[in-house]
């Protein structure tokens, strides 16, 4: 199994700045994407950022600019850098890990995995 756990989640003014961290622990292969979304009050989960294992990243358009995904392979680390925060910014953040490889009963099997959200207010 593969454990995500978030941080860096918390209240700030229009305007501010925020780090979110994720670290995948466990027994695993390799993970194709690390990703975030989010899920703001009476809306659908959406896609924020993610980045591939070779560094290829995609961005939601109301963030471009904004915000910057990066990984780091080695420390099974997947960050999101907040810049330029607006209210409707505010939501939970989830860290996905996509496309798992991992050894079950003798073979391969891949899964995706979530994090338990972190929250992010943006607001005066």
């Known amino acids: 199994q593969v454990q995500l756990v978030e941080s860096g989640g918390g209240l700030v003014q229009p305007g501010g700045s925020l780090r979110l961290s994720c670290a995948a622990s466990?027994?695993?292969?390799?993970?194709?994407?690390m990703g975030w979304y989010r899920q703001a009050p009476g809306k659908q989960r959406e896609l924020v950022a993610s980045?591939?294992?070779?560094?290829?990243?995609n961005y939601a358009d109301s963030v471009k600019g904004r915000f910057t995904i990066s990984r780091d392979n080695a420390a099974r680390t997947v960050h999101l850098q907040m810049i330029g925060l607006k209210p409707e910014d505010t939501a939970v953040y989830y860290c996905?890990?996509?496309?798992?490889?991992?050894?079950?009963?003798?073979?391969?099997?891949?899964?995706?995995?979530w994090g338990q959200g972190t929250q992010v207010i943006v607001s005066s």
């Open positions: 996905n890990a996509a496309n798992v490889r991992r050894w079950y009963r003798g073979g391969i099997v891949t899964d995706d995995y």
């Open positions: 466990g027994t695993f292969v390799s993970i194709n994407a």
């Open positions: 980045i591939t294992s070779g560094g290829t990243t």
